[in-house]
């Protein structure tokens, strides 16, 4: 059986890509900020699923706090054989002229360096068992830049130039990496982007039909359901409305 580490799943794609690989009996490890919600999902994997769930509670920028999650694993949950690197966001959407200091640090502390700190822990033993997936959530932005999407588009081809490195570094252990870069999908994404406005963020998904994060979760589903010689290195995922930063809106 095995077991799946999904970080970010209190909402959005990490939530519906937890619930969806939890369907197929493994131990899932969830992780986030927010206990309350993080337990709320491992409590309904627990009702509507066989498998075993475990929430760690912690903030990914912190290196110590993602050391001391890992080695928290009990016994039974240690040997990790899927990493879902998941955890981001996107804050503002100011030129960058007018950009702000503490958006940037965090984003770039989420997306890059929260990615890096838990491949960073998890990757050793997948190296030393000589197996192992790491899938890397990017986006359209890992490949396109948009007005106002600067930082943020900026740790996305972070993401694409990691799971490359990724790939090369791990291709002598016969670890797969694989990064989805999915275009707009309809989240809590654009309200945490424009910080809690609610309009603002709506109006993002307005006009078409985007993506959902269970459209993402069925991708994951697919990628790490392939025979073990088979590795998809890059998905580039968008609604039909969408193609690169472009959206057809009625
Ligand atoms: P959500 O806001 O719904 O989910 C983001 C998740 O990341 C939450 O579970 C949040 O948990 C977690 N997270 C954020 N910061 C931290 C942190 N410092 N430490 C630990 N967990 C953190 O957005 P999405 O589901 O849409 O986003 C998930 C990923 O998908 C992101 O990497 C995003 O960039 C990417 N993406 C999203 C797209 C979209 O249009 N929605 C398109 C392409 C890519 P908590 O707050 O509990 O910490
Ligand atoms: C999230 C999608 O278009 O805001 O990565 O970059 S977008």
Known sequence: MR??????????????????????????????????????????????????????????????????????????????????????????LNPLHDGDLADWEQMIDTNVKGLLYMTKLISPQMVERRTGHIVNIGSTASYEVYPGGNVYCATKHAVLALTKGMREDFLPYGIKVTQIAPGAVETNFSIVRFKGDKARADKVYEGYKPLVAEDVADVVDYVLSLPEHICLNEIVMTCTAQYNGVIHKN
Do not use: H, Q, W, Y
């Open 3 to 92: 077991t799946i580490m999904v970080t970010g799943a209190t909402s959005g794609i990490g939530e519906a890509v937890a619930k969806r690989l939890a369907k197929k009996n493994c131990k899932m490890i969830i992780t986030g900020r927010n206990a309350e919600k993080l337990n709320a999902v491992a409590e309904n994997i627990r009702k509507e699923t066989k498998s075993e769930v475990l929430p760690l509670v912690f903030d990914v920028r912190n290196f110590e706090e993602c050391k001391n999650a890992v080695e928290s694993l009990p016994e039974n949950f240690k040997k990790i054989d899927v990493l879902v690197n998941n955890a981001g966001l996107a804050l503002g």
